[in-house]
């Protein structure tokens, strides 16, 4: 009996045990979630240990020059107080380098965000008015309709999100009319882009879906006489 026999079956279970939870939650199903959530935990755990831990922190402690270790240092007592958070006792020693995690966290979010997507998204607005002179006149005139629609959209939806509101005499706050109009607007765009991200996924969940099937028919065919 070859591997490759003996991974095929393996594949052809685990895909029956998922397919199901067709039929409702049952202890098959959650067999194959475990065995899931187990390799994966596995598999993450191994990749730190060999492409983050070792590399990053036990060489340079051991073999590395002292600046090497003295910046090694950090990291290795960073992680030892974080690892008395499993201890209820001494779960207050581990707040500084929970803290440095969150805010490391969320210095990385909130850069990439600017960076890569507030001002790539000025950037892909502002594009298609940049017209060459190359550029042909039909080309040039949908070049334009497709930035000013971004245009539109970007703004629109931005101001969507925009709260803040004007109180009036009688203690209500609301929206002026072209913001409410432009928040409409905004919000038709918003509708667009969430039907067009779930057609995506479910499309792909749906080719996911297709090549289990054909992978157990292919495999009902290879096991039958």
């Known amino acids: 009996m070859d591997a490759d026999f003996v991974w095929t079956a393996v594949a052809f279970i685990l895909t029956l045990l998922t397919l199901s939870?067709?039929?409702?939650d049952n202890p098959l199903f959650r067999l194959a979630a475990y065995l899931f959530v187990g390799a994966s935990a596995g598999y993450v755990a191994v990749i730190l240990?060999?492409?983050?831990?070792?590399?990053?922190?036990?060489?340079?402690?051991?073999?590395?020059n002292p600046?090497?270790?003295?910046?090694?240092?950090?990291?290795?007592?960073?992680?030892?107080l974080l690892l008395l958070k499993l201890f209820?006792?001494?779960?207050s020693l581990g707040n500084p380098s929970m803290a440095f995690l969150v805010g490391s966290g969320a210095a990385v979010i909130v850069g990439g965000a600017v960076s890569g997507t507030?001002?790539?998204?000025?950037?892909?607005?502002?594009?298609?008015f940049a017209l060459s002179q190359s550029?042909?006149?039909l080309q040039a005139?949908?070049?334009?309709?497709?930035?000013?629609?971004l245009a539109i959209g970007t703004v629109s939806t931005l101001i969507y999100f925009q709260f803040s509101a004007r109180r009036k005499?009688?203690?209500?706050?609301?929206?002026?009319?072209?913001?409410?109009?432009?928040a409409f607007v905004g919000q038709i765009f918003i509708a667009i882009t969430l039907g067009a991200l779930y057609a995506g996924v479910l499309a792909a969940a749906l080719t996911a879906l297709i090549e289990r099937f054909d992978f157990l028919r292919t495999t009902i065919q290879t096991f039958l006489p």
């Open 21 to 24: 939870y067709l039929l409702g």
């Open 67 to 80: 600046t090497e270790k003295l910046l090694a240092v950090v990291p290795a007592v960073l992680s030892a």
């Open 135 to 137: 550029s042909s006149g």
């Open 141 to 149: 005139g949908g070049q334009l309709i497709s930035g000013l629609i």
């Open 49 to 64: 240990l060999f492409e983050v831990i070792v590399p990053r922190l036990v060489f340079p402690l051991i073999f590395g």
């Open 169 to 182: 005499a009688n203690q209500q706050t609301s929206r002026s009319t072209p913001v409410q109009m432009a």
């Open 118 to 128: 507030l001002f790539g998204q000025i950037r892909g607005a502002i594009q298609p």
């Open 88 to 91: 209820p006792r001494l779960t």
